[in-house]
């Protein structure tokens, strides 16, 4: 298993451009969420989704949008980056509904973004 | 407002030095508290799930304990592989999203 992956690990992005960042997993698990990292910041939710076809707005929503058509993607756009978006992306998933331990969360390696 | 604080920012410790670090959390109906270890360029790593108050796990050196309004995780005799930054964080009853501190940065010096 490679538990959860995320592509790309790096990216520089010019003010305004636009990109997404991909999530897999292959642990079959409903819940998936994506967070930035900043320092002095902690982890600060951005969406999450709670299976195929849903997504919800985190604490820091803005600036960002998801989808996910497939249980096992979750995606993350930037539509216009902003240096305020420089950052790094993690993306977790966690176990269905309903054990004692769904709510364990399983992260990637996470996306180091840079936007001039 | 929920709110993680975990102390101190940064703590350095000889090999074999025991210590303890703090998450605290105001958070109205707590799910649960979870520790994770974070090395640099990396993705955080599970450590431990705890549900209630006087809840304890182990595991090798860290032991993670809870009380209604903090949780401590315990370091006995740690060794430099030890050192990263390690994360808590909770989940309320009534929600899907955890809310993580700003981390404890831990350095085991030989």
């Known amino acids: 298993n490679a538990g959860v992956t995320q592509t790309p690990k790096f990216r520089v992005l010019k003010t305004g451009q636009s990109m997404t960042l991909l999530c897999a997993q292959d642990m079959n698990h409903e819940y998936m969420y994506w967070y930035r990292q900043d320092p002095g910041m902690g982890l600060r939710l951005i969406h999450y989704s709670v299976g195929e076809g849903t997504t919800a707005k985190g604490e820091v929503p803005d600036g960002y949008n998801v989808s996910r058509l497939k249980k096992q993607n979750f995606l993350l756009g930037l539509e216009s980056a902003a240096p305020s978006q420089t950052s790094v992306y993690f993306c977790?998933?966690?176990?269905?509904?309903?054990?004692?331990?769904?709510?364990?969360?399983?992260f990637g390696p996470g996306t180091r973004l840079l936007v001039l | 407002e929920d709110q993680v604080t975990q102390s101190p920012e940064a703590l350095r410790l000889q090999e074999g030095e025991s210590s303890s670090l703090n998450c605290s959390y105001t958070?109205?109906?707590?799910?649960?508290l979870f520790w994770y270890r974070q090395d640099p360029g990396k993705g955080p790593e599970f450590l431990f799930t705890l549900y209630s108050a006087g809840e304890e796990k182990e595991k090798e050196r860290l032991k993670a304990t809870l009380t209604k309004k903090e949780s401590f995780l315990h370091i006995t005799a740690p060794k430099p592989e030890d050192s990263a930054t390690y994360l808590c964080a909770v989940l309320r009853n009534d929600g899907n999203q955890f809310y993580f501190g700003t981390g404890t940065s831990l350095t085991v010096i030989p």
């Open positions: 958070v109205s109906g707590l799910r649960g």
């Open positions: 977790a998933s966690s176990r269905p509904a309903g054990l004692a331990t769904r709510e364990t969360q399983y």
